[in-house]
């Protein structure tokens, strides 16, 4: 095992923790960017490390098809190919069966994929995205598991979170780089609490370094949401980091480090980024708006990022449609947003001051008060009365 896990606070259901890997020492809560082939849109490594950037998630499925793991390999693993010296996290290529579903053929030896590229069959197996990750070199490698959408309903799921169970013995026997690389398992069951219940007990049974919680973040309701990330932390090793895949809104982030999660992935901050839109404390800014033309103020002008103290709303406004150096520069302050988020939630929880992070946070993004009820419950979970902090006039959601 290439990992150390070590709690240095907490509150509640939350915790601030130390996480030690191969290439880095990492803080938790903590957001990891997206970055498919090896590279986050529009930023260098050099500033995504100046931005506080701490693993970058890269996708084994991609990476195999372009530019081939067997050349990763030959020019010495991602890492170096890439020029990032902190870790990195590759995902096993299983949500590919979702998000390219009329490409793919699911079985029990594995995934055919109907390359995007060539349209040549691909066959992907447990053994064989254990083999390309190997490859790769990550820090953090996820089992092959067999993914749904979380709409799905009927038989499909309980087939496929018992053949997850199943694949991760496979991907086990066939991880060649233990002392280097930290495997991942991933618990899926949909919505279903008795199915996520038997599918944690399965694989926290293989003792591995970490887990993660699957097969959200897919379109389902919000209640259904953090009641399955609440059931999922709560059973999972208090030894281990716990990685909600998929998620990246701030709101939720929030919410499910108050219930005991460490790690975030998503293309989000960088997606939303190249539509013109900012993560502000409010919630978003879209900049492409007419009213951002003549706006001297900064994106945020509580933000201390590169771009809030160099540019106004106003220049990024004139080039968000028409230039690459909009989007850019809007990546830019949104990782730093998300980054910063979660390292203002590791502090607050390690100076005893998690209650007043999390009530400001929603005062901010809900100024009236009218927090949604399903985060209202998550926080009665988390043990933080939400009602106390907020307006006594607000009118719904907790203030009601």
Not at 19 to 35: A, I
Not at 136 to 145: E, F, N, R, S
Not at 160 to 182: F, K, L
Not at 253 to 270: E, I, K
């Amino acid at each position: 095992m290439a990992l150390r896990f070590e709690v240095l606070a907490r509150f509640n259901r939350a915790r601030a923790a130390r996480m030690t890997l191969p290439h880095f020492v990492c803080e938790t809560p903590l957001f990891m960017p997206v970055g498919t082939q090896g590279t986050i849109k529009g930023l260098t490594t050099s500033q995504l490390e100046e931005i506080g950037c701490q693993i970058i998630l890269g996708n084994t499925y991609h990476l195999a098809l372009r530019p081939t793991s067997e050349l990763i390999d030959e020019l010495g693993g991602l890492h170096k190919f890439m020029n990032w010296s902190r870790a990195l996290l590759t995902d096993s290529g299983g949500f590919q069966m979702v998000s390219l579903l009329h490409l793919a053929d699911i079985t029990e030896n594995g995934v055919t994929f109907q390359s995007p590229v060539d349209g040549n069959p691909m066959l992907l197996t447990p053994e064989e995205s254990i083999q390309i990750q190997n490859r790769i070199g990550a820090d953090i490698i996820m089992a092959l598991d067999d993914v749904v959408k979380t709409t799905t309903t009927g038989p499909r799921i309980e087939e496929a979170m018992y053949r997850t169970i199943r694949w991760i013995d496979r991907c086990i026997a066939a991880h060649q780089r233990p002392g280097e690389q930290n495997l991942f398992a991933i618990v899926q069951g949909g919505l279903d609490p008795v199915l996520r219940d038997i599918c944690v007990k399965a694989l926290t049974e293989r003792n591995l370094p970490g887990y993660a919680i699957g097969g959200l973040a897919g379109g389902e309701d919000k209640d259904s949401f953090w009641r399955v990330v609440a059931q999922c932390t709560a059973a999972l090793p208090e030894d281990k980091p716990r990685y909600v895949m998929g998620v990246g809104y701030p709101l939720d982030v929030v919410v499910c480090s108050a219930l005991g999660a460490d790690m975030y992935d998503c293309v989000y901050p960088t997606r939303t980024a190249r539509f013109g839109t900012a993560l502000v404390p409010e919630g978003v800014l879209k900049l492409k708006h007419k009213a951002m033309a003549e706006d001297t103020r900064p994106i945020d002008p509580t933000c201390a990022c590169m771009v809030c103290r160099t540019y106004s709303r106003a220049y990024i406004h004139a080039l968000v449609t028409k230039d690459a150096m909009g989007s850019q520069l809007l990546s830019y302050h949104n990782l730093y947003y998300m980054l910063q988020l979660s390292r203002d939630l590791h502090n607050s929880i390690i100076q005893g001051r998690f209650p007043e992070f999390v009530c400001d946070f929603l005062k901010k993004m809900f100024p009236k008060g009218d927090v949604p009820e399903w985060v209202c419950n998550a926080m009665e979970v988390a043990g933080i009365d939400i009602a106390a902090c907020l307006p006594p006039s607000s009118s719904r959601g907790c203030g009601a």
